[in-house]
């Protein structure tokens, strides 16, 4: 059993990594999807495991293939990434059930390979949180996006694939410019090894070197293209509109919150917080967080808006990195996880719409709040929780980011904080009303509730956002933790 | 003797309501059970908040700490002299709407009753938290609960007008309530750095007058509930709902949660010296007092009983908030007098209005000639009711008038005075017709045989008999809701 | 005549900013899907310079154990490039598949024809 317990680490990548191998010689769909299933159960597991160590005894420390660090490559389990670990595998878990029929709806027949894409796609995204060795990073980030580039090529509408392909372009790109960054960095340090790294580059003579300054520079810009900062975010709309309803909600859920973790990773851990770039992110945040709610506004395909909504949301993310203390940097990770429960509720409801009606325009919505009350009443319960009214987990994200801007001194910033959330309002105030106050439309005059494989995540997810925003014992304090570690990492 | 803690009695106070609302629900195919359920509940409900109220009456503010959500943030309740008399009023209030209910739904053999009671257990129990909440995160949550839960209550009958009307209802409540009451607290948070009702003031020195002033525009504004004009026009659309829900809107909880937290607002929050010294809240003086006869004078000129019943809440509402806004210890006893007797006195109204519906059919002022000798305890009731609105002795209405008016002059603001007056004036020009014309105006149909008497069910005729003596009753016992209310700090 | 020396004694790091720059540029300034791909390659090979450039230490020979000598070249950079090499042929196979997707769905592989047919979004 203990040695079991010691290979986890690397149990967390190997299980999705072979399933998605086994899944690849599989024709049946439900076989496929049994397999998806079972492994996406086990993960959770495994990772709150991991994170429960973390908390307890510290670091965990994993040398792949018994070479030890800094030349062997190391997984190396913080509470930071305990945390996101625990995020995304928990995502995968709950939304798993729904696949079936979502993916039997909208791919039809004879798409196991899907299934074989969305495993790579999960190993990537694990891979890129449990690593600790910064080129390793690189390896299951292409993992992970070349597998996302596939997953959303597989959607139905011929804008998909064009979707997927401005995707792949823009993606590249940004994990290029973070190769070079990290091959600056290694330059300057002679190590991969993300501990080691920071360490060197602490005991370098002028740490505002420009070598430094440009690799931050390059990791920024190549990162910020995964997670979508504004004004690097056009990809996101059309990706998310046009990927299978399954596949939006979960990498709206976990892409990019993954990508943002590697951001907050190289930021705090390895490069220490340099000040020209907080007020370039915090610049871009607000940026985000009013331009993307006002664009959606105007949107009548609800899934982009829904995607455009994703932008804002983690433009508060990205604020509350640029605040750099630990009010804020706790709003910042506390709301990973509550933004991947509201939007991942969001965008499985809209997969359940999807699934009834054929369409996600708003004037097809028209009167659905009674067909499927409890799908659109976990729509708008979610709606409630990107609003950030109190009582849901989007205000708790809030309200610790406004803590953290009053604490920085900066008012305004506050204020702004819950303007923006007042534009949020008009566009979701809108979907509710169109929802549930108008009469139905002709498509909606059918719908019905989805089954219960496709019910059971979009409820769990509506209840868990609001237990996130009433009982915020487990995610704030560990949040908090991290966000104590990270920023006393480095002076 | 000794008997349950405060504590316990908070917290079951708060959890009575709502594990109603589930045997409700769970009840529903047994309609007998069912009313039952919401009978028991109610009865409970009140013994409890009875059994507290001997506390508080005591001196004691017991305290429930419930969740810690956040830093600084907490699910908290406390209950204090305003709080305690709201849920007296609620609770007791609610027992009496329920049998009423259940005599006007059956009579009308109403559907999706089940919905309804259970929507009527949640708003109760959000009202309760309304009442004991401790800060204003706990406020504004329980603000946001009764809105939604009233919501269907309004919308029952789910004809096209009654969506419009709900539409309204959420719109402007909701509206309000996120873009002005949620960043005046957030506002509030900002400048002081605590969210809890603090005796004295939360805002002590901690904001210029010119702040105070604005912010509590926000607040008065952003409480849609209280209905201060503009904010009032979701009032008169919810007359749309079935006649028990008017009532309760209007009378049990809706609209005093409105200016019950205006009122708590403006004592634990500003503190009374903040709004006097400075007259940072003059211009809410003001602003009340137009609400006032522009109710009144509205009012008038409805024929639509129910309808000029609304604009008679709008108005007398204001009273409310006048009170508030001249801060003065007699003012503010008398704001929360006003809390209970027009609570006691529309809720009369509105049992009458709903009883003349159910036995004659009829909802226009005009039709209602002659009424009274076939609905003699209903048109007396209505009577009863009508003078406590005006403010005549032997009616409660009279004392909350009266504190209001000694207020006024305490704050050198005799005009308010003459507003008031002009107020009862209006007030008895457009409900004392009603009476008089059911008893002494010839019915519009021709008496071709003995008038019979026609009254509404049984369970409805109680309950309008019961408020309106316990109109009467809140003339002679005033004092110990008086004494209660100068426990609250600037009240006298 | 010192900005001339270090560019030409660093001439590697000349080729590979120059490769990165014409790379993105063909990226952003084709509307040809293919040309994109290709200009998204240079961009690529311009880092594996960016990375074996420095690998070979003057005076050094190459990573293997012997007697003679004390210095040795960086065999890590190679390592990784080889890596990146591979995601990079990865990247171009996916690309190059979706581009024949889009070719099925709209007839052309030109960006301006297919938002003109599509209505950009």
Redesign the interface.
């Given at each position: 059993m203990t040695v079991l317990a010691a290979q986890l680490p690397a149990l967390l990548i190997v299980l999705p990594l072979i399933a998605a191998a086994l899944v690849a010689l599989v024709r049946s769909d439900r076989v496929a999807f049994a397999i998806t299933l079972a492994v996406s159960l086990v993960l959770p597991v495994i990772a709150a495991l991991l994170l429960h160590r973390a908390l307890v005894a510290g670091p965990i420390s994993y040398q792949l293939g018994g070479w030890s660090p800094p030349w062997g490559i190391e997984y190396r389990i913080d509470v930071l990434n305990g945390f996101v670990l625990m995020l995304v595998s928990a995502v995968a878990a709950v939304a798993a059930p729904y696949a079936r029929r979502s993916l039997a709806a909208e791919l039809g027949d004879g798409h196991a390979t899907f299934y074989a894409i969305y495993l790579l796609c999960l190993t990537g995204l694990l891979g890129v949180t449990i690593t600790g060795d910064a080129?390793n990073v690189?390896?299951f980030l292409?993992i992970s996006s070349?597998a996302t580039?596939?997953l959303i090529?597989m959607g139905r509408h011929?804008?998909a694939?064009?979707a997927?392909?401005q995707y792949?372009?823009v993606g590249?790109?940004g994990?290029?410019f973070y190769?070079?960054g990290v091959?600056f960095l290694?330059?300057l340090t002679g190590t991969?090894n993300l501990a080691d790294m920071a360490q060197r580059l602490a005991a370098l003579p002028d740490e505002q070197s420009r070598a430094v300054l440009t690799a931050t520079a390059f990791i920024t810009v190549g990162v910020s293209l995964k997670l979508a900062l504004f004004p690097l975010h056009f990809w996101l709309?059309?990706a998310y509109t046009y990927a299978p309803s399954w596949a939006a909600a979960f990498l709206s859920a976990t892409a990019t919150k993954v990508a943002i973790y590697l951001l907050v990773r190289f930021f705090f851990t390895v490069l220490g917080v340099d000040v020209v770039f907080d007020r370039v992110l915090l610049a871009l945040s607000l940026a985000g967080m009013f331009i993307a709610s006002v664009i959606a506004i105007y949107e009548s395909n609800i899934k982009r808006m829904m995607a455009y909504s994703s932008i804002a949301q983690i433009g508060y993310i990205t604020l509350g990195m640029a605040l750099s203390n630990k009010a804020g940097l706790t709003g910042a990770l506390v709301h990973l996880l509550n933004h991947a429960v509201t939007k991942g509720t969001l965008f499985l409801a809209l997969g359940a719409v999807a699934l009834r009606l054929g369409s996600v325009k708003l004037q097809d919505l028209a009167g659905l709040g009674r067909r499927m009350p409890l799908t659109m009443g976990a729509f708008s319960v979610a709606a409630f929780g990107i609003?950030g009214?109190?009582?849901t987990a989007g205000f708790?994200s809030k309200?610790?980011l406004?803590?953290g801007a009053?604490e920085a001194g900066e008012?305004t910033l506050?204020?702004l904080i819950?303007a923006s959330?007042?534009v949020s309002?008009i566009y979701m105030g809108r979907v509710l009303?169109v929802t549930w106050?108008r009469p139905p439309s002709p498509l909606a005059l059918q719908a019905k509730d989805p089954p219960l494989s496709m019910l059971g995540p979009i409820v769990i997810f509506a209840a868990a956002s609001v237990y996130l925003?009433?009982?915020?014992r487990g995610s704030?304090s560990i949040a908090s933790l991290a966000a104590d570690q990270l920023l006393g990492a480095r002076p | 003797m000794t008997g349950p803690s405060p504590e316990l009695l908070v917290l079951l106070a708060l959890a009575i309501p709502f594990a109603g609302a589930l045997a409700v629900a769970a009840l529903g195919r047994w309609p007998n059970l069912r009313e039952a359920a919401t009978l028991v509940t109610g009865a409970a409900l009140f013994a409890v908040v009875l059994t507290l109220s001997a506390a508080v009456f005591g001196g004691a503010r017991p305290e429930l700490a419930g969740l810690a959500v956040a830093p600084g943030l907490a699910l908290a309740f406390e209950v204090e002299p305003l709080g305690m008399l709201f849920a007296l009023v609620a609770s007791g209030l609610w027992i009496l709407n329920s049998i009423y209910s259940i005599g006007y739904m059956r009579a009308h053999d109403e559907p999706r009753q089940t919905t309804f009671y259970v929507c009527f257990a949640l708003a109760i129990g959000s009202t309760i938290g309304i009442a004991f909440a401790q800060n204003l995160f706990a406020l504004f949550l329980f603000y946001e609960a009764l809105t939604l839960s009233t919501f269907p209550l309004v919308t029952h009958k789910q004809s096209p007008e009654a969506m419009r009307s709900g539409r309204l209802y959420l719109l402007l409540l909701l509206g309000t309530s996120m873009v002005l009451f949620l960043p005046a607290i957030a506002i509030t948070w900002a400048l002081s750095g605590t969210l809890d009702f603090t005796a004295g003031s939360l805002l002590a020195g901690k904001a210029s007058p010119l702040v105070i002033g604005a912010l509590l525009g926000l607040y008065v504004f952003g409480i849609g509930k209280a209905a201060v004009m503009p904010v009032h026009f979701w009032l008169p659309a919810a007359m749309v709902a079935p006649t028990p829900v008017s009532a309760f809107l209007h009378a049990v909880a809706v609209v005093k949660a409105g200016v019950f937290s205006i009122l708590k607002v403006v004592v634990y929050v500003f503190g009374p010296d903040a709004l006097r010294i400075g007259s940072a809240g003059e211009w809410l003086v003001w602003v009340a007092c137009a609400s006032l006869l522009l109710g009144s004078l509205i009012a008038l000129r409805q024929d639509n009983l129910k309808a000029r019943l609304a604009y008679s809440t709008v108005s007398q509402l204001a009273y409310v908030v006048v009170g508030a806004a001249l801060a003065t210890p007699a003012a503010l006893t008398g704001a929360g007098l006003q809390i209970a007797t027009h609570a006691a006195a529309k809720i009369t109204l509105f049992f009458c209005a709903g009883a003349i519906y159910v036995a004659a059919h009829k909802t226009q002022v005009s039709e209602l000639d002659g009424i009274g000798r076939r609905m003699p305890i209903t048109m007396t009731a209505f009577f009863v009711g009508s003078l406590s609105i005006i403010g005549l002795p032997p009616l409660g209405g009279l004392w909350s008038k009266w504190m209001l008016g000694v207020g006024a002059m305490q704050a050198d603001a005799g005009w308010v005075l003459g507003v008031l007056m002009v107020s009862s004036l209006l007030s008895a020009a457009y409900l004392l017709p009603i009476p008089v014309r059911a008893f002494f105006a010839p019915s519009p149909e021709p008496p071709s045989e003995p008038v019979r008497i026609q009254e509404a069910p049984l369970p409805c005729l109680l309950a309008l008999t019961v408020t309106a003596i316990l109109s009467i009753l809140l003339f002679f016992q005033a004092e110990p809701i008086a004494a209660l209310l100068r426990g609250v700090p600037g009240a006298g | 005549m010192d900005l001339i020396n270090a560019a030409l004694s660093k001439y590697v790091y000349v080729v590979t900013i120059f490769l990165m720059v014409a790379g993105l540029f063909v990226v952003v300034a084709r509307a040809n899907m293919i040309k994109k791909l290709v200009g998204l390659s240079i961009f690529q090979s311009s880092v594996y310079l960016l990375y074996l450039g420095p690998a070979k230490i003057f005076g050094a020979t190459a990573p293997i154990l012997d007697s003679d000598y004390t210095a040795y070249s960086n065999p890590l950079p190679h390592a990784l490039i080889l890596t990146a090499i591979v995601v990079g042929v990865g990247t171009m196979a996916l690309g190059l598949a979706l581009v024949v997707r889009i070719h099925e769905a709209y007839g052309t592989i030109e960006e301006d024809e297919i938002f003109e047919e599509d209505g950009e979004e």
């Open positions: 080129f690189f390896v292409e070349l580039y596939a090529a011929r804008r694939a064009l997927a392909f792949l372009i590249t790109i994990a290029t190769v070079i091959g290694y330059l991969l709309p059309k609003i009214t109190p009582g708790i309200w610790y406004a803590t009053l008012a506050a204020f819950v959330s007042l309002v009303e106050f925003g009433l009982d915020t704030a | - | -």
